[in-house]
């Protein structure tokens, strides 16, 4: 499976910014939960927001609960994860990745699959 994030970028406090997460052509994530992580400079990676396979389950770190958004559109392949409220501690280079289960999962060891990752600044 080969992922691709993309929709980085910089943005000031109180914005907004949609990633986007594409599986390749040749690999499909339809069966698999997918999960957002983050890593800002000189942290460990950290959980974000997970989907179940289905789009009906989802799971958010505390911090970004009530702010951000996961969704997936199964037919083309896509994660997208929307993020409103930003602020400078959101800054990071976020990952999205996808799970060997079905379920949405906050378990980073159960992640297989990783993009590259997408660079998000927030000013303050």
């Known amino acids: 499976v080969q992922l691709q994030a993309s929709g980085g970028g910089l943005v000031q406090a109180g914005g907004s910014l949609r990633l986007s997460c594409a599986a390749s052509?040749?690999?499909?994530?339809?069966?698999?939960?997918m999960g957002w992580f983050r890593q800002a400079p000189g942290s460990e990676r950290e959980f974000v927001a997970a989907i179940s396979w289905n789009g009906d389950n989802t799971v958010y770190e505390d911090s970004v609960n009530g702010r951000f958004s996961i969704s997936r559109d199964r037919n083309k392949n896509t994660m997208y994860l929307q993020m409103n409220s930003l602020k400078p501690e959101d800054t990071a280079v976020y990952y999205c990745?996808?799970?060997?289960?079905?379920?949405?999962?906050?378990?980073?060891?159960?992640?297989?699959?990783w993009g590259h990752g997408t660079l998000v600044t927030v000013s303050s």
């Open positions: 990745a996808a799970s060997i289960k079905a379920g949405a999962t906050s378990t980073r060891s159960l992640y297989k699959y």
């Open positions: 052509r040749r690999s499909t994530t339809s069966n698999n939960g």
